[in-house]
């Protein structure tokens, strides 16, 4: 360590250190043995071991979090300038800029602890940025962190026309924050929606009350893999939100798609994307609860159904109940299928892990009487990196079967 330390200092314990040394960047409450008193909310903190002889990194500190601190690094000579978030923001930028090729322009250009900021998400729309700010650290710095953004971004001849934060989510009065939504600055468009092109198919995204930041960008190579098996075939679209498997599938070639959401609001907009596809007539939507169909609420045959089914648990606390929730509709699912029929079947949720989910799929074929033939198995899409040392970076599971 060659430079003076100017930070405050917090002691954990041996477990925390472990965690710490094998890369996770999270220290929780009860790890934290001992800290300054006069530490203020979003402080930048020096982590040390239990005995206060090993330096372990430092990060943000959160007064209010379980997670007590977020490290951002273990450099005990980094300063925290401007400078230093400018580099983050550029590494993250030109990571999409190599991994998207052609999707540059409509990918997640930062992905929180992935990326090495905290608690940030940024997506981008065409010339638009939808931020979401889940830590306090991150919040207090967030206006040198925009800048970084519009100045990379620009340097590449990426033009900004605005940046709007979705920080309307509850999770953010944990950190002891406002609840809000809203342009950041003055200088932004009128609207809050904008249209996009994904896998050669337009959305028109509404960023202001969308879902998460407008779109789910995680699913898009997901999406393109199913296409070319919809070829031919009538398709259950199960859980469509705002259309995007069921137009993948349509476009790809698909006899007949039905979607399927409990949503009569994420309907219309899915019928607008259709519409705006020229694909309204390969579509039938219907509002109905998927769990009620898969029962026995439909009388149309299909050969291909697809599961995107949202996040049936945030915490390990509901594992089970989620367990049971997917296996119901993937029994269902399994069953309505013909032999040689095909599936797709996806959990967006961290906390069901991947060997649960598989053995879920197990138990839901043996129950069905029927063998799953794996086609293929996908994660998120790179732009929403996985970091090995940090498994809550990796959520989302995809697979597609042949059921015979």
């Known amino acids: 360590m060659k430079t003076t330390r100017t930070f405050p200092l917090a002691a ?12 996770h960047p999270w220290v929780y409450d ?27 990194g430092t990060g943000f500190y959160s007064e209010k979090s379980k997670i007590r601190v977020r490290l951002l690094t273990d450099n005990a000579n980094e300063t925290f300038s401007d400078a230093f978030f400018e580099r983050r923001i550029k590494y993250a ?7 998207m090729k052609d999707d540059f322009s409509c990918c997640r250009l930062v992905f929180g602890e992935a990326d090495g900021i905290p608690g940030l998400t940024v997506d981008r729309y065409g010339d638009i940025l939808v931020s979401q700010v889940l830590s306090y650290g991150t919040e207090i710095r967030k ?31 944990l950190e002891g924050l406002d609840e809000y ?14 249209t996009i092109v994904e896998n050669g198919i337009k959305y028109e995204v509404d960023f202001e009350n969308g879902q998460k930041t407008g779109f ?18 009538n398709v259950l679209d199960c859980f469509t939100h705002t259309g995007s498997f069921a137009l993948n599938a349509a476009r790809g070639g698909a006899n007949h798609v039905t979607a399927v959401d409990i949503s009569e609001t994420a309907l219309a907009q899915a019928r607008s994307n259709a519409d705006l596809n020229g694909l309204k007539d ?7 609860d ?6 026995g609420g439909t009388d149309k045959k299909y050969d291909f159904i697809i599961l995107d089914p949202p996040a049936f648990t945030k915490s390990r606390k509901t594992v089970g109940n989620a367990e049971r929730g997917y296996k119901e509709i993937n029994y269902r699912a399994m069953t309505l299928l013909p032999r040689g029929g095909y599936l797709a079947t996806c959990s967006c949720s961290h906390f069901m892990k991947e060997e649960i989910f598989e053995k879920m799929l197990h138990d839901a074929a043996h129950d069905a009487k029927v063998q799953l033939k794996q086609v293929e198995q996908r994660r998120q899409s790179p732009d929403h990196p996985i970091l090995w040392n940090v498994p809550e970076t990796d959520y989302l599971k995809f697979y597609i079967f042949q059921v015979i």
């Open 290 to 295: 998927v769990f009620d169909l898969l029962s």
């Open 143 to 173: 206006g040198i962190i925009y800048a970084a953004l519009i100045k990379v971004l620009s340097d590449m001849g990426e033009k900004i026309s605005g940046i709007y934060e979705r920080n309307d989510v509850a999770i953010r009065k």
């Open 282 to 288: 390969k579509i039938d939507f219907v509002c109905a």
């Open 93 to 99: 930028v030109e990571y999409r800029k190599t991994v």
């Open 216 to 233: 789910f960008l995680d699913q898009k190579y997901n999406r393109a893999a199913i296409s070319h098996i919809a070829a031919g075939r």
């Open 181 to 194: 939504k809203g342009w950041y600055g003055n200088d932004h468009p009128d609207s809050t929606k904008t």
């Open 12 to 23: 954990v314990t041996k477990k925390a250190e472990r965690s710490i040394k094998s890369g």
């Open 30 to 56: 009860a790890e934290i043995l001992s800290c300054a008193s006069d530490i203020e909310n979003g402080a930048i903190v020096d982590v040390f071991s239990e005995n206060k002889n090993t330096y372990l």
